[in-house]
């Protein structure tokens, strides 16, 4: 080979190189290596060297090209999958279980090939009003016997079957289709709540010194059918709730109530708390169900203004505060639930997080804990969850909501270093002006810096904001009734950078709502926004733009001095009657002229 | 120096040349283009003189259209012009409105860059090549503006010490003035600007 056919053959393999991977090897690389490498001067040996080295070269290349463009690709199939793009990030929604299970039911006749396609939709419905029906028989049996209170259980009935008269084909398709697609979180409703695990069919017992000695039966069947489906969907799962005011077992209260030493108490309350923490864990990890998240303390930040940081709930009466280090009674929880629940995320959810007297308590609560985390070398918890729920109205300081409470808040949040949620969101605002920026606000202000966004419900019926309000139906969630994604759906999605669906612009609301919508791709990197201007240059182009004003007006005002003056005809009116009597006059003459001359005629005549 | 030295300045000032042509036939494309937009914005555009005027006179115009507002209105203010482009032709497609102004003041905007990015071009080859004879010009980039006049005076005598000496030919020597000039120019006086003629005066 010589000289020439060396270069030839260096260049052939760059461009296999190159189709491979475009541009890898530019063409300012490819003519410094030929240059540097080939020269009129070469021996053959010295050809033949320079082949091996550059075959190598080209096999190693070509080698780590095909691994990076294998793992593009797995990564794509990966991505396609969870049609997800931030996988960190967790995108979810609440569910009660006959939700999950009309999904399951319509999953299960769509694939079946044995019903004909004008006959899902019958089958599908017939079915899922069957197992609704017989699951409200059920259901007030199980509440008949957990809650003594006859009016309390009318309340949970409703409350349990909210909007499944709104389940329809066409709607759980819709709601299926954001199940698989979108969703990467599952969180359980009301059937995950310690009233509704814990059977209320024994007394529970305890030993002298607090510790539990009776067998408590559990049920988790509500959750399970919850976890399954998520799990044969490659969903996380989120456990609502460990500790909540409302949700107290009455076997357990009634237990602990007839107690007079507040040690006892408290050594049965936590008692208790293993004994479920316990049989959670080992329920999830019998199922094999992906654990992600544990709302643990649920609303425990006074709700009062002035009134102390912690809500006065019973538990906080009953476990109080830790004998021998003082520490507050939520420690306590959180050590027991971190114990079962090593790897999980712990999380504190609470509501009104919007408002300053309500942060300042969460924040502190905060601050407290991560105090006990120093302390003992423990990480007790590992996120914030804020529900926003919002409301326009604020009762207890009676003002509305304002834009500056929702920024202020958020900037308050997201000082504390500490992952936030949005757990439980829906919008319980009238659609009015006020609701387009108040919505605008928490977008830009809390959506912005949150790991995660969990909606209440699953659309706007199938929620406890389907309510009506002032003849209004409230319309709060993120879902249409027909179980379609609004805009502001897709909007919170992308403010999180989890998903951008098909590329397109799409809409956000203005202040009037009626305009059109303008969504912002966030992909600007190294260039400067068009928008950004310095004040010199502001100041500048409003003296220019006056400096136009000013010319616009000057260019008018000649355009008027050069019109040229047309002329006009004046309609004279008394040029106009002499003209006429003159005429009359004119023709009477020249009749008195020719009748003169006639009789001059006639006379000469002989007449 | 040698004949091919004189020869490479021969070369290089034809390349300037070609450089200095397309900006002047963009600086006339920019007057032709805004014209047509002092016409289509009825006024509220109006050709500044100097280049960097022109640019905020645009950028502001085009920020004060309704469809700018409003996206301010809706705090979305981080955009690159490719965008700004999609978002205003939503707009115009939704409200079927003609933005062709608008259009036509953003590509205008981008000429200028286009401009500037030209003649910064030029001037780094013009002060690259030049070094070949003046070794220390890239000083003038490190220079305050009270120290333009010495230097000046300073690369001036060296040409002509050059030239004296033969080491210049007349020709190359003529280049390398009207090279040292150019960049003295700019660095003094900044990027082009338009001529009087184009921009409105009062009639008195």
Redesign the interface.
């Known amino acids: 080979m010589s000289a020439e056919e060396l270069s030839k053959y260096i260049n052939k393999k760059i461009d296999d190189i190159n189709l491979k991977y475009p541009n890898f090897i530019t063409n300012e690389q490819r003519n410094n290596y030929i240059n540097k490498n080939v020269n009129i001067e070469m021996t053959p040996e010295q050809i033949d060297k320079k082949i091996s080295e550059i075959d190598n070269m080209y096999n190693k290349i070509v080698s780590q090209i095909n691994i990076s463009n294998q793992l593009t690709q797995d990564l794509d199939i990966k991505f396609q999958n969870k049609k997800i793009k931030n996988v960190d990030k967790t995108f979810g929604e609440v569910y009660k279980s006959y939700v999950i299970h009309a999904l399951k039911l319509y999953e299960e006749i769509v694939n079946d090939k044995t019903i004909s396609n004008n006959s899902k939709k019958q089958i599908f419905e017939l079915r899922l009003n069957k197992y609704i029906s017989n699951k409200k028989i059920d259901t007030n049996e199980y509440l008949l016997q957990q809650i003594k209170d006859p009016i309390k259980v009318e309340y949970a009935k409703t409350e349990l079957f909210m909007g499944s008269e709104s389940l329809n084909f066409e709607s759980v398709s819709n709601l299926y289709k954001t199940f698989t697609e979108d969703l990467n979180q599952i969180v359980n409703d009301f059937e995950g709540k310690m009233n509704f695990t814990v059977m209320n069919n024994r007394p529970l017992e305890f030993d002298n010194k607090g510790k539990l000695i009776s067998k408590i039966d559990y049920n988790f069947n509500g959750i399970k059918e919850i976890y399954d489906f998520a799990k044969e969907h490659g969903k996380k799962i989120k456990f609502h709730t460990f500790l909540w005011h409302n949700a107290i077992p009455e076997n357990l209260k009634q237990s602990i109530n007839k107690v007079y030493d507040p040690q006892l108490k408290r050594e049965m309350a936590l008692s208790f708390l293993k004994d479920y923490a316990i049989n959670l864990s080992n329920f999830i990890n019998q199922n094999g169900y992906d654990l992600n998240q544990i709302d643990v303390l649920n609303e425990i930040a006074s709700d009062e203004i002035n009134m102390g940081i912690l809500r006065d709930s019973w538990w906080k009466d009953v476990i109080g505060k830790n004998p021998t280090n003082g520490d507050e009674y939520f420690i306590d929880v959180l050590k027991i639930v971190r114990e079962q629940f090593p790897n999980v995320n712990l999380i504190y959810n609470d509501y009104n997080e919007y408002l300053p007297y309500k942060c300042e308590n969460i924040c502190k609560i905060i601050n407290y804990i991560k105090k006990i985390e120093t302390r003992d070398g423990i990480k007790l918890l590992d996120g914030l969850g804020l529900q926003a729920h919002y409301f326009d109205y604020i009762k207890k300081l009676d003002m509305p909501l304002s834009v500056n409470m929702i920024k202020e808040t958020s900037i308050k949040y997201a000082q504390l270093d500490m992952p936030l949620y949005i757990t439980e969101f829906d919008f319980n605002i009238i659609a009015n002006q006020n609701a387009n920026q108040l919505k ?1 606000a928490f977008i ?1 202000n809390y959506v912005n810096i949150v790991d995660g966004f969990n909606m209440w419900g699953n659309s706007d019926n199938l929620t406890w904001g389907h309510t009506m309000l002032n003849g209004q139906f409230l319309n709060s969630h993120a879902i249409d009734a027909n179980g379609k994604p609004k805009e502001i759906y897709y909007h919170i999605m992308e403010q999180m950078g989890i998903m951008n669906k098909n590329n397109q ?1 799409i809409y ?4 009037d709502g009626n ?8 992909k ?1 990197i190294n ?1 400067i ?5 310095s004040q010199n ?2 100041q ?3 003296q ?2 006056n ?2 004003q000013i ?2 007006q ?2 008018n005002h ?1 355009k008027l001095m050069n019109t040229p003056k047309a002329k006009k005809l004046k309609y004279d009116n008394s040029t106009h009657n002499n003209g006429f009597i003159s005429t009359i006059i004119l023709s009477l003459i020249i009749s008195f002229i020719c009748g003169a001359i006639f009789i001059v005629c006639y006379i000469a005549v002989g007449g | 120096m040698e004949n091919n030295f004189n020869l490479k300045i021969m070369e290089f000032y034809i390349k300037i040349n070609k450089m200095n042509d397309k900006i002047v036939s963009k600086i006339f494309d920019f007057i032709i283009k805004a014209n047509k937009l002092v016409d289509l914005s009825d006024g509220d555009y109006q050709i500044e003189k100097t280049l960097i005027l022109n640019k905020i006179s645009l950028k502001g115009y085009i920020l004060d259209s309704d469809c700018c507002i409003q996206l301010n209105n809706n705090n979305i203010t981080v955009y690159s012009i490719k965008e700004l482009k999609t978002f205003l032709l939503q707009y115009e497609k939704t409200f079927k409105i003609d933005y062709s102004k608008y259009f036509l003041a953003l590509s205008l905007y981008e000429l200028i860059e286009d401009i500037e990015n030209q003649v910064d071009s030029k001037i780094n080859l013009e002060i690259s090549e030049l070094s070949r004879v003046i070794s220390s010009i890239s000083d003038i980039k490190i220079s305050k503006n009270d120290e333009y006049e010495t230097l000046y005076y300073k690369f001036k005598t060296q040409l002509d010490n050059y030239l004296k000496n033969n080491k210049l030919d007349g020709k190359a020597y003529n280049i390398c003035i009207q090279t040292l000039n150019d960049i003295f120019n700019f660095y003094i006086s900044g990027y082009p600007t338009i001529s009087d003629k184009y921009i409105y005066h009062k009639e008195s």
């Open positions: 605008q830009n612009l956000m609301y203005d202040n305009k059109p919508k303008f969504k912002s791709d966030k600007i260039n926004s068009f928008f950004q201007r240059e502001i500048i182009y409003q220019i733009k400096k136009n010319i616009k000057q260019k000649q």
